[in-house]
């Protein structure tokens, strides 16, 4: 079984910075892709930011409506990943959910979402 668990969240000012953490624990053999996703209310889920694994930190993937405001990374010792979120807008304030698929010590594959951590940017 694979928890994961979600910091950084909370209430900041237009223009302000937050740092999301997630970390993966359990029974885990290897992680591969991690992502950030997005839910306001009323509206659907949405893709934040992905990353790859890989030997130079992976591959990244953004939200056109975050980029050159937002950073991802991982660090693998730590089965964690990281949002930077700069820059913050209203349009930003959401529940944002952890995502990270790899495979468990019984080789079997898995994908887990985090329980969120809401994000709030007031004007």
């Known amino acids: 079984q694979v928890q994961l668990v979600e910091s950084g969240g909370g209430l900041v000012q237009a223009g302000g910075s937050l740092r999301l953490s997630c970390v993966a624990s359990?029974?885990?053999?290897?992680?591969?892709?991690m992502g950030w996703y997005r839910q306001a209310p009323g509206k659907q889920r949405e893709l934040v930011a992905t990353?790859?694994?890989?030997?130079?930190?992976?591959?990244?993937n953004y939200a056109d409506s975050v980029k050159g405001r937002f950073t991802i990374s991982r660090d693998d010792t730590k089965k964690t990943v990281y949002l930077q979120m700069n820059s913050l807008e209203p349009e930003d304030t959401a529940l944002y959910y952890c995502?990270?698929?790899?495979?468990?010590?019984?080789?079997?594959?898995?994908?887990?979402w985090g329980q969120g951590t809401q994000v709030t940017v007031s004007s």
């Open positions: 995502n990270v698929q790899g495979i468990t010590s019984n080789w079997t594959p898995f994908q887990s």
């Open positions: 990353i790859t694994r890989g030997l130079r930190g992976g591959n990244t």
């Open positions: 359990g029974s885990i053999k290897s992680v591969g892709a």
